[in-house]
């Protein structure tokens, strides 16, 4: 069975911030995926990142960067200098045979 | 490529009717699913069809809801007959056979059941 913890349930900064979001996850399997989505107020789900279990390496793109840690379960996300625009709902998923297991998500507020 | 495309975007319908949601998956694309979205249960796979066959439909909840895909470019969800509790937003996704790749979501549509 697969599982998707993201414990944090809501998360408030000002704009300029850092932030944070963690995921943990649960598998059997030695070969997975990882993804993160965002899905705005306008409620689409838009793909963030995908990682294979065999790619620790940590990845930056813009303001967002990801950390994953296959020591800990773990494929935590960063946004860096928070913008307004960030505020969405944060899904971490894992993949390993097409279905896609999805955490809660993690809202993410920034204030003005 | 215009997406996934869903329709129709909102659903509102009484409680016994039949509901038809509609998708069309991103054209080359081999893999279609049906996710739903609900506050109690957040994002859930209710079915998936790969080459326009159902593989899994483990997470189909009930008798009522049925899905198809006819053809590689279009494909429905259909629950006959409605009830209150099926209210939530519906998702249609599609992926390619690369196991890398992501899926890519439709909208969604926004059922209400009265």
């Known amino acids: 069975a697969q599982k998707v913890t993201q414990a944090q349930t809501e998360i408030s900064v000002v704009e300029k911030e850092d932030v944070t979001l963690d995921c943990v996850y649960e598998t059997r399997d030695t070969t997975y995926y990882l993804f993160w989505y965002k899905q705005p107020p306008s409620g689409e789900l838009v793909f963030l990142i995908r990682?294979?279990?065999?790619?620790?390496q940590n990845e930056i793109s813009g303001r967002y960067s990801w950390n994953f840690q296959k020591s800990t379960s773990s494929f935590n996300f960063t946004i860096t200098a928070s913008q307004v625009v960030d505020s969405a709902v944060y899904f971490c998923?894992?993949?390993?045979?097409?279905?896609?297991?999805f955490g809660a998500g993690t809202t993410v507020t920034v204030r003005a | 490529d215009a997406g996934v495309i869903q329709s129709p975007r909102h659903e509102v319908t009484e409680m016994g009717q039949e509901v038809t949601l509609r998708c069309k998956p991103i054209s080359g694309h081999d893999y279609l699913f049906w996710y739903r979205q609900t506050m109690m249960r957040g994002l859930e796979l209710l079915i998936y069809?790969?080459?326009?066959?159902?593989?899994?439909d483990s997470g189909m909840p009930e008798d009522r809801f049925s899905a198809k895909m006819p053809n590689a470019s279009f494909s429905t969800l259909k629950i006959q007959p409605s009830e209150p509790r099926d209210s939530a937003v519906y998702f249609c996704?599609?992926?390619?056979?690369?196991?890398?790749?992501?899926?890519?979501f439709g909208q969604g549509t926004r059922l209400t059941v009265v």
């Open positions: 990682r294979n279990s065999f790619d620790e």
């Open positions: 998923a894992l993949s390993n045979d097409y279905k896609l297991s």
């Open positions: 069809f790969n080459n326009n066959v159902p593989i899994d």
């Open positions: 996704a599609s992926s390619d056979r690369d196991r890398n790749t992501e899926a890519f």
